[in-house]
Nanobody, 118 residues
Protein backbone atom coordinates (compact mmCIF):
# COMPACT_ATOMS: atom_id res chain seq x y z
CA UNK A 1 0.00 0.00 0.00
CA UNK A 2 1.18 3.49 -0.86
CA UNK A 3 -0.20 6.73 0.53
CA UNK A 4 0.41 10.31 -0.51
CA UNK A 5 -0.64 12.80 2.14
CA UNK A 6 -0.78 16.51 1.37
CA UNK A 7 -0.68 19.31 3.92
CA UNK A 8 -0.29 23.07 4.05
CA UNK A 9 -3.42 24.27 2.31
CA UNK A 10 -5.61 27.00 3.70
CA UNK A 11 -7.01 30.49 3.26
CA UNK A 12 -4.66 33.32 2.30
CA UNK A 13 -5.06 36.83 0.99
CA UNK A 14 -3.97 37.75 -2.51
CA UNK A 15 -0.25 38.42 -2.58
CA UNK A 16 0.39 36.01 0.25
CA UNK A 17 2.30 32.75 0.39
CA UNK A 18 1.69 29.12 1.27
CA UNK A 19 3.88 26.04 1.30
CA UNK A 20 2.37 22.68 0.44
CA UNK A 21 3.95 19.38 1.42
CA UNK A 22 3.26 15.86 0.24
CA UNK A 23 4.76 12.83 1.92
CA UNK A 24 4.73 9.40 0.34
CA UNK A 25 4.70 6.33 2.56
CA UNK A 26 4.22 2.60 2.30
CA UNK A 27 5.93 -0.22 0.48
CA UNK A 28 8.00 2.07 -1.76
CA UNK A 29 11.01 0.76 -3.63
CA UNK A 30 11.70 3.93 -5.62
CA UNK A 31 10.08 7.21 -6.64
CA UNK A 32 10.57 8.78 -10.04
CA UNK A 33 8.75 12.01 -10.89
CA UNK A 34 6.64 13.84 -8.32
CA UNK A 35 4.28 16.67 -9.05
CA UNK A 36 1.45 18.95 -8.12
CA UNK A 37 -1.82 19.32 -9.99
CA UNK A 38 -4.80 21.50 -9.21
CA UNK A 39 -8.49 21.54 -9.97
CA UNK A 40 -10.61 24.64 -9.64
CA UNK A 41 -14.40 24.43 -9.43
CA UNK A 42 -15.89 23.65 -12.82
CA UNK A 43 -12.48 23.14 -14.44
CA UNK A 44 -10.33 20.20 -15.40
CA UNK A 45 -7.38 19.10 -13.32
CA UNK A 46 -4.18 20.72 -14.60
CA UNK A 47 -0.47 20.33 -14.02
CA UNK A 48 1.06 22.97 -11.78
CA UNK A 49 4.63 21.75 -11.44
CA UNK A 50 6.64 18.54 -11.71
CA UNK A 51 10.09 17.44 -10.58
CA UNK A 52 12.13 14.40 -11.56
CA UNK A 53 14.19 12.29 -9.21
CA UNK A 54 17.24 14.13 -10.52
CA UNK A 55 15.78 17.54 -9.71
CA UNK A 56 14.72 18.76 -13.15
CA UNK A 57 11.56 20.83 -12.92
CA UNK A 58 8.69 21.86 -15.13
CA UNK A 59 6.20 24.60 -14.23
CA UNK A 60 2.94 25.65 -15.81
CA UNK A 61 3.16 29.05 -17.50
CA UNK A 62 0.53 30.44 -15.12
CA UNK A 63 2.77 29.89 -12.08
CA UNK A 64 6.25 30.57 -13.47
CA UNK A 65 8.13 33.03 -11.31
CA UNK A 66 5.71 32.55 -8.42
CA UNK A 67 5.71 28.84 -7.51
CA UNK A 68 8.71 26.63 -6.80
CA UNK A 69 8.67 22.86 -6.59
CA UNK A 70 11.31 20.95 -4.64
CA UNK A 71 11.74 17.52 -3.10
CA UNK A 72 13.56 15.71 -0.33
CA UNK A 73 14.32 12.24 -1.63
CA UNK A 74 15.40 10.99 1.80
CA UNK A 75 11.94 11.85 3.15
CA UNK A 76 9.95 10.87 0.03
CA UNK A 77 8.46 14.35 0.19
CA UNK A 78 7.68 16.98 -2.41
CA UNK A 79 7.01 20.62 -1.66
CA UNK A 80 5.34 23.50 -3.48
CA UNK A 81 6.27 26.99 -2.36
CA UNK A 82 3.58 29.35 -3.60
CA UNK A 83 4.28 33.10 -3.54
CA UNK A 84 2.36 36.09 -4.87
CA UNK A 85 -0.85 34.09 -4.77
CA UNK A 86 -3.78 35.24 -6.88
CA UNK A 87 -7.51 34.50 -6.53
CA UNK A 88 -7.27 32.41 -9.70
CA UNK A 89 -4.90 30.07 -7.85
CA UNK A 90 -7.85 28.93 -5.73
CA UNK A 91 -8.24 25.18 -6.22
CA UNK A 92 -7.79 21.79 -4.67
CA UNK A 93 -4.13 20.88 -5.04
CA UNK A 94 -3.25 17.22 -5.58
CA UNK A 95 0.07 15.48 -5.20
CA UNK A 96 1.07 12.89 -7.79
CA UNK A 97 4.02 10.53 -7.91
CA UNK A 98 5.38 7.75 -10.10
CA UNK A 99 6.30 5.02 -7.62
CA UNK A 100 7.83 1.59 -7.90
CA UNK A 101 6.12 -0.96 -5.67
CA UNK A 102 5.92 -4.23 -7.62
CA UNK A 103 5.60 -2.24 -10.84
CA UNK A 104 5.78 1.44 -11.68
CA UNK A 105 2.44 3.17 -11.14
CA UNK A 106 1.08 6.68 -10.57
CA UNK A 107 -0.41 7.46 -7.19
CA UNK A 108 -2.51 10.44 -6.11
CA UNK A 109 -3.12 12.17 -2.82
CA UNK A 110 -6.59 13.18 -1.68
CA UNK A 111 -5.91 16.88 -2.16
CA UNK A 112 -5.61 20.01 -0.07
CA UNK A 113 -7.72 23.11 -0.59
CA UNK A 114 -6.06 26.45 -1.27
CA UNK A 115 -8.31 29.49 -1.18
CA UNK A 116 -6.98 32.92 -2.14
CA UNK A 117 -9.18 35.86 -1.24
CA UNK A 118 -9.10 39.15 -3.12
Amino acid sequence: QVQLVESGGGLVQAGGSLRLSCAASGNIRSINAMGWYRQAPGKQRELVARITSGGSTENADSVKGRFTISRDNAKNTVYLQMNSLKPEDTAVYYCNALILVNNWAYFWGKGTLVTVSS
